[in-house]
């Protein structure tokens, strides 16, 4: 029965030991630049792309070191629904936790909602007033935008 009980705390003992070592190289992953080359990317984020096609397309632009990483920081930052779609430039130099705050904020040439109407985040932030959610955010402190319902 002791025998069982020391085992079970070394199990405990390791999973808590691999769990801050995972967030201990998340946020060093989340803080370090993706290459000191300062190389400006375009990357294209069609309207109604998912997480999933937006985090490959940034691979494919070599803006993603580790895609686990990139997933997990998106995840803490609640991004995965909240990104608008547009043409982005992104710096090679960028940390990945500002161009997850980039993609959030719509910085793009042209955030577009994922709605449908081909409107401006703008647009649509300035000429609706109903209980429709967007998922685009203007400011820091994000705030809901509204559709007509």
Not at 40 to 46: A, G, S
Not at 59 to 67: F, H, M, S, T, V
Not at 117 to 131: A, Y
Request: aromatic content about 10%.
């Amino acid at each position: 029965m002791k025998k069982l009980k020391k085992i079970i705390l070394e199990i405990l003992a390791l999973c808590v030991a691999l769990t801050i070592l995972f967030f201990v190289l998340l946020v060093n992953y989340s803080i370090s630049s993706m290459d000191k080359k300062n190389i400006n990317v375009l990357v294209d984020i069609p309207t109604g792309s998912s997480f999933l096609e937006v985090k490959e397309k940034l691979n494919q632009a070599g803006l993603i070191k580790n895609r686990i990483f990139f997933y997990s920081l998106a995840m803490i930052k609640k991004a995965r629904r909240h990104i608008c779609a547009g043409e982005y430039t992104f710096n090679t130099s960028m940390t990945p936790a500002a161009m997850i705050d980039k993609l959030i904020r719509g910085d793009g040439k042209e955030c577009m909602s994922s709605n449908g109407f081909g409107q401006t985040c703008l647009e649509l932030r300035d000429g609706f007033s109903t209980h429709i959610y967007l998922s685009c955010n203007f400011s820091k402190s994000p705030r809901p935008f509204l559709l007509p319902s």
